[in-house]
């Protein structure tokens, strides 16, 4: 189970800032930015590289969507997106998430 899997079934704490169905958001424990959360899908997903195609394109979307709604809300003038793919990509958590930081 990731560390991600744990914090969803709430059996590490986590500062959460949105949550529904499928996707919960969270502050970064070592902040990059001002702002730094982590978008997740509920769904466990290694990497990019792991999703099924069609099956996970929508809850991709979904991140995207969260992040949106999030940079809406806290009335974001911009921000940065990132996703790490594969250790060699910089991810560590391997559980499919992006990053979302604004200064």
């Known amino acids: 189970m990731t560390l ?9 704490p986590a500062n959460i800032e ?6 919960i958001v969270i502050h970064d ?11 997740i899908p509920k769904k466990p997903i290694k990497t990019v590289a792991d999703m099924s195609i069609p099956d996970d394109i929508e809850i991709m979307g979904k991140l995207f969507a969260t992040a949106k709604k999030i940079g809406d809300e806290k009335k974001l003038e911009g ?3 990132q996703i ?10 391997f559980h499919i998430h ?5 200064h």
């Open 29 to 39: 424990i070592n902040p990059q930015a001002k702002l730094h959360l982590l978008i």
């Open 18 to 23: 949105y949550e529904d169905n499928e996707i």
């Open 4 to 12: 991600f899997e744990k914090i969803i079934a709430r059996e590490i």
């Open 84 to 93: 790490n793919v594969g250790a060699k990509g910089g991810q560590e958590v």
């Open 98 to 102: 992006m990053h979302m930081l604004a």
């Open 79 to 81: 921000y940065k997106l």
